[in-house]
């Protein structure tokens, strides 16, 4: 098995958003690493989940060491990612897998995609390290030219992982209450406090805030620091790692809580603009929390239409029955939509990094959309695919129970639903993001009525009382999310239908459409036309009846 061949969009997602060259570049990985996720990549990953990082806090002789024991498993699949396909050093230099320039977020979130499939936990580690060299780039890139270097190579006696330890016990969302304390020592910073959940907490490289002297209170007073395991002399930093958490999923990678204890720091950018500069990190952490979401949605897709075409009740296969067909379609449209919508912002945040403006505040608005709403929909979906597959769907002999437990913490990782539509709330608050939307996508014939009420509506939510808006954005998030994902499948169809006449595309927009206007629908086209919606086989334009319109 090839997870990029048996993926019904994502070459012709591909085909629309890269330019030839890239695309030409970009196929000999799809098929390397869809054959490594659906192989070795996927049985090491089952091993890491099964054996979970373990904590050493003392040598033999009593000397405390803080160390994170890994399986094997976790150091093969850590190198796939790392090493092979350079998914963390890809953004940040040219030459990475022979691209001239760096490489596209497109790309690189296309490769995750097939990456997390079959192993979640490790593109936390991945992330974070991907964001610290980008934010340190960003924001004081002569003093850490050694540390991005590090951060960015695919060497494995060179390389460092990053991380970012932000929360805190009693402060959690609310960054403003963080306690831990900088106090200056002439050419460094020493950091007291505790961390509570502290994911990678073994990493090289740690981003972190801590509240610096007489700059304030709330975010305000607070700087973002450079935290390394090592001190300039080599020796072990004094960041003490307590215990490691018994998490739900994400289970191959550890994350613990840590103790600073006056441990060696150096400032990162202008101290006064700590927080900001660590929102630059989280927005972009969370648009990797979406990709993984769309991921284990296509995983759970692939594995309950497999399922269903084996499983025969009553003399006939699941797949082919009327009831199985409704509970499948809402779970293949979504995860499709979820695909565009993650490349969407991949190439909105490529132009933003070539100095676009406009990109730049368009993906300040679609990272919290994604993340808003496709994390909460792959709980649901994991979960639907866990029922499908029935009593072995709740078996650890299948990946249904991984696929629940990790497509939970996407909803709470990096913000809760609840902080996120606050966030989509501050964009339109600041930014009138809901216009921005409907101005660039809202000139579609198939879509235009649509962004047409959704603007009037977020214009009627920003007049509410202040705690009415803030009761109905999440709801209203999920109606920009879904327009936004609506428009893009239609953009799509026109593109397929100008390129090669196919018109399974034009199916799924359609039938998005149908389903969001009312959730019970079941286009006839598109139960007719099932097996291409699942497997991605081609529709003639004939067989939809109606005018090409996207």
């Known amino acids: 098995m090839n997870y990029a061949d048996r993926d019904p969009v994502l070459r012709s997602a591909l085909d629309r958003v890269l330019s030839v060259e890239d695309r030409d570049r970009v196929e000999p990985l799809l098929v390397e690493l869809g054959e490594l996720a659906a192989g070795e990549l996927d049985r090491q990953a089952a091993l890491a989940d099964a054996n979970p990082p373990r904590l050493v806090q003392y040598a033999p002789d009593g000397t405390r060491i803080d160390e994170v024991d890994f399986h094997p498993a976790h ?19 040219p030459g990475v897998l022979g691209w001239p320039t760096k490489v596209p977020h497109t790309v690189k979130y296309a490769l995750s995609y097939l ?9 936390c580690p991945l992330s974070m390290t991907d964001s610290a060299a980008r934010i340190l780039r960003l924001f004081d890139p002569e003093r850490y030219a050694d540390e991005i270097a590090a951060l960015s190579s695919t060497d494995p006696e060179l390389r460092a992982t990053g991380a970012m330890f932000m929360t805190e016990k009693q402060g959690g969302t609310d960054v403003g209450l963080t306690e831990t304390v900088a106090a200056e020592q002439g050419d460094h910073w020493i950091l007291t406090g505790k961390k509570w959940f502290a994911s990678n907490p073994s990493a090289d490289v740690i981003l972190t805030l801590a509240r610096v002297p007489g700059q304030g209170e709330g975010t305000r007073g607070l700087g973002m620091f450079l935290v390394p395991r090592l001190r300039p002399d080599g020796t072990r ?10 998490k739900l999923g994400s289970r191959s990678i550890a994350s613990g809580e840590v103790t600073l204890d006056e441990a060696y720091a150096t400032p990162v950018g202008q101290l006064a603009n700590g927080f900001r500069q660590m929102a630059e990190m989280l927005n972009v952490s969370r648009l990797s929390n979406a990709m993984r979401a769309t991921a284990l949605m296509r995983r759970a897709v692939r594995e309950s239409v497999d399922h269903t075409r084996v ?8 797949f082919d029955q009327p009831l199985m067909r409704a509970t499948l379609l809402p779970m293949i449209l979504d995860t499709e939509a979820a695909l565009h919508l993650v490349l969407e912002a991949a190439v909105r945040l490529t132009a933003a990094d070539d100095g676009d403006a406009d990109a730049r505040a368009l993906v300040r608005v679609l990272t919290p959309l994604a993340k808003h709403t496709l994390c909460k929909r792959a709980r649901t979906v994991t979960g639907e695919a866990m029922e499908i597959r029935g009593g072995n769907g709740y078996i650890e002999d299948w990946v249904n129970p991984r696929l629940v437990r990790d497509a ?3 909803s709470i990782w990096e913000g809760s639903s609840n902080v996120i ?25 198939a879509t235009a009525e649509r962004w047409e009420t959704l603007r009037k509506k ?10 009415e808006q803030e009761m109905k954005v999440g709801r209203y998030a999920d109606e920009l999310t879904r327009a936004v994902m609506e428009t893009l499948l239609y953009d799509q169809a026109d593109h397929e239908a100008r390129t090669s006449g196919d018109g399974r595309a034009l199916l799924v927009a359609r039938a998005y459409t149908a389903l969001a206007d009312d959730p019970a629908a079941l286009p006839r086209t598109a139960l007719d036309h099932f097996a291409a919606l ?7 334009l004939a067989d939809l009846q109606e005018t090409h319109r996207a």
């Open 237 to 246: 930093n004094a960041i003490r790692i307590d215990r490691l958490k018994d």
């Open 311 to 318: 499983r025969e009740v009553f003399g006939k296969p699941l």
């Open 75 to 93: 150091d093969k699949v850590a190198a796939i990612a790392y090493e092979r396909f350079g998914l963390a050093a890809m953004s940040h230099r």
């Open 115 to 123: 990456y997390v499939q079959s192993e979640f936990g490790m593109a």
């Open 534 to 540: 699942a497997d991605g086989g081609q529709v003639p």
């Open 408 to 410: 939970h913490l996407g």
């Open 458 to 467: 977020g214009d009627e939510l920003l007049q509410l009382p202040q705690d």
């Open 421 to 445: 539509a606050l966030d989509v709330l501050r964009c339109m608050r600041r930014q009138n993001a809901h216009t921005t939307l409907a101005d660039i996508y809202g000139d579609r014939p």
